[in-house]
């Protein structure tokens, strides 16, 4: 897994978002793209079946330009969430450099994100890494429905923040906390950089 | 139009962006008319089109100056052509035009504006691209996005090398900077470049006016600018925001106005910035800019790749002290050898040995080969009757060299004087042509450069080093005998020299038909010339050498003596030297005179009987006209045999 690359002078960075059937993946990533300057955004791609679900994954290359002299290129991609599609799943997760959780807020969605966290424990583990190393930041999507719908952003802490990573609401229809949410786990992954610039870098 | 000084390729700052453009500019500056032809360089404006263009005209004008170099931005073309027309000239225009070895023009996009132009630029192409004459042209666009361009002319001026000019990058845009700066002996604070390089300019031009801006507020603040208030002052008072990379996990109020994305680039940056050690971005920097002049950077790549924070800094001054070495030692090697100098090894310093071993083989390879000695000259040549034929002709060569005889063999036994001979020919062909090289060696020495250079895989120049010569001496010529490869390289060289008509000069032991084991061809060649023979000094020549000799030591001497020395059985000037040496050895350093018993002493090994001997010789008037030989030991037995030895003869 590699961030940095000094010969070529690139960053690349690999982000993941991660999360229940029906959470707002794929909302997210359309929110973004619809931002991005006709220039600096790649195509999105994205494999959907007939009722709008992502069958295979999303992927939509960011082109941030030069940074401090590094090409810059942030990956995003989706995963399917259904249950049955793990396989698609335990492959886009390869190479992450950075997760984002996206959480159902709705209070009947609960066990779904307890779930899917689950499998991307499981995933994760099973790529060989260390799910305490990963980036990874929590997104409570749908906070702008009926509070009776809903669970507050500390309820979903308590139920399913364990790990302690940074949570952030969102309402990634309106792009509410889209940004924010992008912010953070890049901000998450590129302090990585300094800490082991060193090994983790691709040749 | 004049060329503008300060456009040089010294002054171009090449980055990723604009490298293929400024790679193929040198080319095209090299050689005119070989490497892309046309050269289409586009680019937006502010890039540095012009400055390429013009670079190209320096730089081609630098390697040969004597190139017609013609600079014209497209309207003074159009307006020259119609001047030219009005005065019905138009003829002797397109003919000066049309023999411009190097033809750069400026801005062809505004040939929108002239369509009847672009038929007779159409035309000036196809008859400078024949005549191999250089055609380098500039635009804003695309040729083929030039509006109603002529298609032909797409395809003319895309059938070259088409290359573009991109905007310049975070590096480049801080090499300009720092260029900038120094151009104007003002110092900035620590970051306040990278602040304006990062802030991004679209052009050169916009950078340069941001550094004019900071420049005139240095030069009106009482505090130095920092990179904050460099931001502020480029951006329009705009301070960077900070804190403003972190989320907070509270919910958002509402959509955020303005560009989300360029928020989150900015934040991305700081935080890169933040992430990436600073000596990472400096040695980062430092590969940028030797990888865009062309070196090697494997060494600062390694230092990148090292986790602790190492001495970049001295790792960076020790690379550019070695970068700089590289530099002078290709620049040494292009003098002699402009092949060479483009080298792999002379872009890496890594490889810095490497470069310093072939500069020095090279060097020693292409010296100038051995000269003639000073110590020997043609005044200094007794002449005699035996030898006044061969002085002659070393004469003649030496004031029509190459004309006369060329080759000149001399040939003759062992110490009659033809390395004297040959040397002082040397010496007279150099002093009468100043700077001439002549070379002036014996084959030996010759036969050893040969083999050395084999050694050393460098007998390419080592045979360069011989072709350059305005005379070529050779002496001993014998000594090649049964060389075949020294002999080979001899003949060459000979007829390289000779169609060139360089004079050449050999001596051997012996006339070039007698020589053994040299092969036809060569003593064929060496006979085609004139081959003259040096024969043992007679008398009268030894008696002039034999003075001389003395003379050379301040000795004097009455004449008998120097006719008693002159008489000695003598078959060559060396043993006549060897002679006056022996009775010079035997004198008493007090005295100044050679006295003729201290002389026979000296060259017949006993006291002479000076009774006797005086009285007999007395007996001889100096000037009785009788034989001088007579004084000779072989003729006049001076000394009487001992007692016993007579006792001997009479028992027989």
């Keep these: 897994m590699s961030l940095v690359n000094f010969t070529t002078r690139e960053i690349t960075c690999k982000i993941v978002y991660y999360g229940p059937g029906r959470s707002g993946k794929t909302t997210n990533l359309q929110y973004i793209y619809g931002q991005v300057p006709d220039d600096r955004r790649g195509r999105m791609v994205s494999l959907a079946t007939q009722t709008d679900r992502t069958l295979f994954f999303d992927f939509l290359p960011l082109e941030l330009g030069s940074i401090s002299g590094f090409t810059t290129k942030f990956q995003l991609y989706t995963v399917p969430g259904q249950v049955y599609y793990n396989a698609t799943r335990k492959l886009v997760l390869q190479g992450a450099d950075g997760v984002v959780f996206v959480a159902d807020s709705q209070i009947r969605q609960l066990d779904e994100n307890l779930e899917s966290l689950q499998n991307l424990h499981q995933n994760v583990l099973e790529h060989g890494i260390d799910i305490r190393t990963l980036p990874m930041v929590m997104q409570f999507n749908k906070q702008d429905l009926p509070r009776e719908l809903i669970l507050a952003p500390q309820e979903l802490d308590d139920a399913l923040n364990f790990r302690g990573a940074q949570t952030l609401s969102a309402d990634a229809l309106h792009g509410q906390g889209v940004f924010e949410t992008l912010k953070a786990i890049s901000a998450e992954v590129l302090r990585k950089l300094s800490e082991s610039s060193a090994t983790a870098r691709r040749g | 139009m004049d060329l503008n000084p300060r456009f040089r390729f010294e002054t171009f700052v090449v980055g990723p962006s604009n490298r293929l453009a400024a790679s193929a500019a040198q080319a095209v500056a090299q050689a005119p008319g070989t490497a892309y032809n046309p050269l289409c360089i586009y680019g937006k404006s502010g890039l540095g089109k012009t400055h390429l263009l013009q670079a190209i005209g320096h730089g081609a004008l630098g390697a040969q100056p004597s190139l017609r170099v013609r600079y014209l931005t497209l309207e003074e073309f159009v307006e020259q052509y119609h001047a030219a027309v009005a005065a019905a000239q138009a003829d002797a225009f397109r003919q000066s035009v049309q023999e411009t070895e190097l033809l750069l023009i400026d801005d062809v996009q505004f040939l929108a504006k002239h369509r009847e132009m672009q038929s007779e630029l159409l035309r000036l192409s196809e008859a400078l691209q024949v005549a191999n004459r250089q055609l380098v042209l500039t635009s804003d666009r695309l040729p083929a996005e030039i509006e109603e361009l002529d298609e032909r002319l797409i395809s003319r001026m895309s059938g070259g090398l088409l290359v573009d000019l991109d905007a310049p990058d975070y590096e480049t845009r801080l090499a300009i900077l720092r260029r900038k700066a120094e151009e104007r002996g003002t110092a900035f604070a620590a970051g306040v470049l990278e602040t304006v390089a990062e802030i991004g300019a679209a052009n050169v031009r916009e950078l340069v006016g941001q550094v004019n801006k900071l420049l005139a507020f240095q030069a009106v603040s009482e505090v130095p600018l920092n990179p904050a208030g460099a931001r502020a002052l480029l951006t329009g008072g705009e301070e960077p925001e900070e804190g403003a990379a972190a989320a907070v996990p509270a919910p958002p109020a509402a959509a955020p106005a303005g560009d989300e994305f360029s928020a989150f680039v900015s934040a991305v940056s700081r935080t890169v910035a933040q992430s990436l050690d600073a000596w990472r971005a400096r040695v980062g920097e430092t590969v940028m800019r030797w990888q865009g002049e ?25 690379f550019e002290a070695d970068v700089a070495e590289l530099r002078r030692l290709a620049a040494e090697v292009a003098a002699l050898d402009p092949g060479a100098s483009g080298h792999a090894r002379f872009r890496d310093p890594d490889r810095l040995d490497e470069a310093r071993g072939f500069a020095l083989r090279l060097r020693e390879a292409t010296a100038p080969p051995p000269g003639p000695s000073a110590a020997f000259t043609l005044e200094d040549y007794v002449v005699g009757a035996a030898n006044e034929p061969v002085v002659r002709a070393a004469k003649l060569v030496a004031q029509e060299p190459g004309v006369r005889y060329s080759p000149l063999f001399i040939a003759g036994p062992s110490g009659v004087g033809k390395t004297h001979l040959l040397h002082a020919v040397g010496n007279a062909l150099a002093a009468g042509r100043p700077g001439a090289v002549v070379a002036c060696l ?18 390419d120049w080592w045979r360069r080093r011989y072709r350059r010569v305005d005379a070529l001496l050779m002496d001993d010529v014998q000594l090649v005998t049964g060389k075949d490869q020294t002999q080979e390289e001899l003949f060459n060289l000979f007829n390289a020299l000779a169609d060139a008509e360089k004079q050449l000069v050999f001596a051997a032991d012996r006339p070039p038909a007698q020589l053994p084991g040299i092969a036809p061809r060569l003593v064929s060649r060496f006979e085609g010339g004139l081959v003259v023979e040096l024969v043992a000094p007679d008398r009268p020549m030894r008696e002039v050498l034999v003075r001389r000799l003395l003379d050379q030591h301040d000795v004097e001497a009455a004449d008998d003596v120097v006719r008693y020395l002159a008489a000695r059985p003598a078959d060559s000037a060396r043993a006549v030297q060897g002679m ?73």
């Design chain 2, 580 to 652: 006056v040496n022996r009775a010079l050895s035997t004198m008493d350093p007090a005295e100044a005179s050679l006295t003729l018993s201290a002389a026979r002493l000296a060259v017949e090994g006993r006291a002479a009987r000076p009774s006797q001997a005086q009285a007999i010789s007395s007996l001889i008037p100096a000037s009785s006209g009788l034989d001088p030989l007579l004084a000779s030991r072989e003729k006049l037995v001076w000394d009487w045999p001992e007692p016993g030895d007579r006792l001997i003869e009479e028992l027989r």
């Design chain 2, 442 to 459: 014996s084959a030996q020495a010759f036969i050893e450069e040969l083999v050395a250079a084999i050694d050393g895989e460098h007998v």
């Design chain 2, 294 to 318: 062309g070196f090697r950077t494997g060494r600062l790549e390694q230092l990148l790749q090292s986790p602790a924070p190492p001495d970049s800094e001295g790792e960076i001054v020790r």
